[in-house]
């Protein structure tokens, strides 16, 4: 089977990137959204992030932090991860405002809210496909080893939805026993198109 999967995050773009670009070498169709008001990454102090807009290229952020203290956000791990961003796509999208991009099989978040925020939208969207999609939250803590190891994680399960004949008919088995297996907190829903 051949799905086509979203990653999600709030408005940092790390977890959502980091299993978007290994899902991308592993040959998935996949993409990835933030679902904040902005991109908000890491600053010199928790009151002085830096924020751009959806959409703003990541080179342009990563020249931007660059030019700004280059010692501090290659030491975060920022000037890197925008590097990878970059390598990845252009810029990064918002959930909300990319309804024209078709529709996906799967969308992946990494927080509950995220996941909230996904299945709020889905459901107030016109469903005129009436086509289903699989919403799942794989809770990821938000640091750079916890979101490589995220990604390594929804290769796995990806994996294992590819797997199978229909993931409708199987679903409740693989979220039970991923979780377990894996020992983190899944939730899952359902919605449509």
Same mark, same amino acid.
């Given at each position: 089977?051949?799905?086509r999967?979203?990653?999600?995050?709030?408005?940092? +773009?790390n977890?959502?990137m980091?299993?978007? #670009?290994?899902?991308?070498r592993e040959?998935f169709?996949v993409?990835?959204?933030?679902?904040?008001s902005?991109?908000?990454? *890491?600053? *010199?102090?928790?009151r002085? %992030?830096?924020v751009y807009e959806?959409?703003?290229p990541?080179? +342009?952020?990563?020249?931007?932090l660059?030019?700004?203290?280059?010692? &501090?956000?290659?030491?975060?791990?920022?000037l %890197?991860?925008?590097?990878? !961003?970059y390598?990845v796509?252009?810029a990064p @999208?918002?959930? @909300?405002? !990319?309804?024209a991009?078709g529709?996906?099989? /799967? /969308? =992946?978040?990494?927080?509950?809210? /995220?996941?909230?925020i996904?299945?709020?939208? &889905?459901? !107030?969207?016109?469903?005129?496909?009436?086509? #289903?999609?699989l919403?799942i939250? =794989?809770?990821?803590k938000d640091?750079?080893?916890?979101?490589?190891?995220?990604?390594?994680?929804?290769?796995? =399960?990806? +994996?294992? =939805?590819?797997?199978v004949e229909?993931w409708?008919d199987?679903?409740?088995?693989?979220?039970?026993?991923?979780g377990q297996q894996?020992n983190?907190k899944?939730?899952y829903?359902i919605?449509?198109?």
């Amino acid at each position: 089977m051949k799905l086509r999967y979203a990653m999600v995050c709030s408005s940092n +773009q790390n977890r959502s990137m980091e299993a978007h #670009s290994l899902l991308k070498r592993e040959g998935f169709s996949v993409s990835s959204y933030g679902t904040g008001s902005h991109v908000k990454l *890491p600053g *010199p102090s928790l009151r002085e %992030p830096n924020v751009y807009e959806f959409g703003t290229p990541y080179k +342009q952020m990563y020249d931007d932090l660059r030019r700004k203290d280059p010692d &501090l956000y290659k030491r975060n791990g920022i000037l %890197p991860m925008l590097k990878r !961003n970059y390598s990845v796509k252009a810029a990064p @999208q918002r959930w @909300q405002d !990319n309804a024209a991009d078709g529709y996906f099989d /799967v /969308v =992946l978040s990494f927080e509950e809210k /995220v996941f909230d925020i996904v299945i709020e939208d &889905l459901n !107030n969207r016109k469903h005129s496909l009436l086509k #289903s999609v699989l919403i799942i939250n =794989l809770e990821v803590k938000d640091n750079h080893e916890e979101a490589a190891i995220g990604a390594k994680l929804t290769l796995d =399960l990806c +994996q294992e =939805l590819e797997a199978v004949e229909c993931w409708e008919d199987s679903i409740d088995d693989i979220i039970t026993a991923f979780g377990q297996q894996h020992n983190r907190k899944m939730l899952y829903s359902i919605s449509f198109y």
